[in-house]
């Protein structure tokens, strides 16, 4: 169906190539999974099977790639749009018109079809996806799952016979994507929809792949296979891979399921031992109260009613759906975004009132988009600048970069680093001013797993220093990882508050993989069964 | 009056450009507030809840800025006019050889009333195009659009998407200032926000012209693309004879041919090449906008506003010129005042929104 013969694609303004020498065949009616760090030519490999790269791009595409026997030389994305759908990263990005159905029947309307096919495959779109009860509502309005599925329906709906994705599941709660990625293999199973998928969330997608292609990056030369034996491996791998690497389990498992039958033994093994829960400081010093917090939009409730507290040194975790109110809330805690009710104090001062220099004194916000807060044309000025927002001695800024993340260099222009070295410099920004609060919006979205890990290091030094810092997520490995408590919100309400471990375990929706393999035994991360597996042949000695 | 549903996004132009024609045909103040009334009053009434729906505001602050910019031309760089002088600041005339202009000096009433009317008219022009802009869904006019031409297609929804996207990009960073600690008003604030949110705009609609490429949008069938050449070819000679056609018409002293037949013949070969390559689009329609009552009403409210001041101004009715010199407190036409009227019928003729798209908040946006 789709073939790369020989591809090698250059950038405009780069002397070395994104991709060289390519070679796949990708068979009709597969779901291959595109894996690869952040920055090593996913999106180029996913932009150039409709012909986006290079007709849309620029840069030189050598070799040839066929789509079903069209040469994407020799055809604009456009003419390739009856055969190829392509779902952008940011769904909202690729929308063109206001509400769900007009967005369905955008794709066919350039394709001409006939106004009664339109209004059937509308109709049966709607209901492939679920969308039929929003079917009238503005794009704008809708949650980041319902986002994603307008936008796969909205491409499906013209009936192309290839579907690429580029992270799919990155923006959504692990309820969301379980929906988008069901909708996804029944696309497979019954109309034989070939779907390429660029994805991070290896622990979300592998199981559902037949096959799995890396892109190393810097040229290297890209591997096909099958998950299984590509996963045995691969430099990034989910936790159940982890944990069957550490087990020695043969054949891989890739899903939970196939994990807990070969887990019997290692479950035996473990009986007796407890995980180890990381050091918190056992202060109790209030960083953070609200009481009955609540905040409107208009006339729809985002928060309602909320008690929380954060503690000094402690890491705190936001969990719940799309919307349920995580960034309003910590919108709330920094004092921005629409006039709340109820009370916020942060070490005893409303943030609301604090003035705009005192603010981030007291409380710091890492954005959703990070990229926001830069400003500067290189990294050393915008360390210089943070230095004297923040009133420090010059050079702090620069040189808690060093420490958190020492590849970057100053004369690098922000824009140039990679989504995870952006993130951490902007945190060194915040951080300049030392707030006792630190608040992380979605900290790891479209994060590799490396990138995930050092940035799940430098938080706990964070907290280890005596931060408080609440970050909120959908990514539940990292929350089993880092987080010392849970809070979930539902609809704008706490609806569960608890140790990491607790809240979790008992949530079929947050739980981790590990978690899920190993229950009823309350193991978390890969990290804690490797630290007990190490301590088992002389369980007397060595318990630090 | 009527089901639910959005109203052509055409109907809401033709009302919107009827006003801001008959906005351009009286300098009267009071004729021209109660332009400005009326376009508040149907926005208030029908704007959807979409980003677009919130631009109405920034319209009214333009107009503004365009009154005192040009009430402050007229007293510093052209005060010639009226005896009455309320002020009386230095000034220097520069020399002949610069045109005798004069810079500064006496402020004089009837100077300053001359620039308030001109900026005022020209003020209510902008907000009606603004009433339009905040009515008239953007992706839906597009729609409506000939699809005979590709480029101009893109452009024009990334333009549409371009300035609602401009204003949430604004606000999103005025938020990132105030994480870093930053003043998040005053010029300063503005301009070090403007290169990012156009980057970012930029940014975002190159993707989405990728977007639209890559769901079909001006795809043709075979033999295109000498056809294509050929209607580019067409409707840009008629382009040409259409902007001669018109300087004809306007300046006195040209051959009477090279007025408004050349004007005729240029805009029809447009329109012609527009149609004849509009053929060979495979674009089809999806439950399109029907045009019917309330489309004719709301239309034909705003034409028929654009009538009477015309008609009115045309005749020499008193009223629409406001007098300056001496300054006297402006008389009102009533065929004027019944034109707005019926203009102002649009916020009932036109029918309610879809419930879902309906202004939540109730702002209150009244006022220039």
Redesign the interface.
Known sequence: MIEFDDVTITYADQSAPVLAHVNLRIPEGELVLVVGRTGSGKSTLLSAVNGLVPHFTGGTLQGRVLVDGRDTAHHAPRDLADLVGVVPQDPMSGFVTDTVEDELAYGMECLGLAPDIMRRRVEETLDLLGLADIRQRPLRTLSGGQRQRVAIGAVLAAHPRILVLDEPTSALDPGAAEEVLAALQRLVHDLGVTVLMAEHRLERVVQYADQVIIVPGGGAPVIQGSPAEVMQHAPIAPPVVELGRLAGWDPMPLSVRDARRAAGSLRDLLVGQQPRLRVVTDSRVETVRTSRLGVRYGSHPALRGVDITIHDGEIVALMGRNGAGKSTLLNALVGVGPTRTGDVLIKDRDPAALGDAELIDTVGLVPQEPADLLEATSVAEECRIADRDARCEPGTTRALLALMAPEILDGTHPRDLSEGQRLLLVLCLILAARPPLLLLDEPTRGLDYPTKTRLARVLADLAAAGHAIALATHDVELVAEIADRVIILAEGEVVADGSTSDVVMSSPMFAPQVAKILSPQEWLTVGQVEHALARLPEPEVGAG | MGEARWLHPGAWWIWALGMAAAASRTTNPLLLIALIAVAALVVHARRP???WGRSFRFFLQLGLIVIVVRMAVQVLLVSSVGTTTILDLPGITLPEWLAGIRIGGDVRLESLLMGFYDGLRLATILICIGAANSLA?P??LLKSVPAGLYELGVSI?VALTFTPQLVADVE??K??????????TGPRAIA?AAI?VLEGALE?S??????????????RGPESARRRRGTTGLLLLGLVAACIGTYGLVSAGSPALMGLPLLVLGLGSAVGAVVWSGRS???????PDPWSLPEWLVSAAGVTVAGIFTVAAWSGMSGMVASFDPPTWPSLPLAALIGVAIAATAAVTAPPL?R??RM??ELVEVGA
Do not use: E
Not at chain 2, 206 to 219: I, Q
Not at chain 2, 281 to 287: E, G, L, S
């Open positions: 809840d979409a980003p869904s992706t839906r929804v999103r960073l938020t990132a200032r105030r994480l870093r600690g930053r003043r998040t070090a990012p975002r190159v993707t989405l012209a990728a977007a639209m490429d890559s769901r079909g949008y001006g795809r689009q495979v674009r089809t329609r999806y439950r879809p879902s798209m939540q908040r």
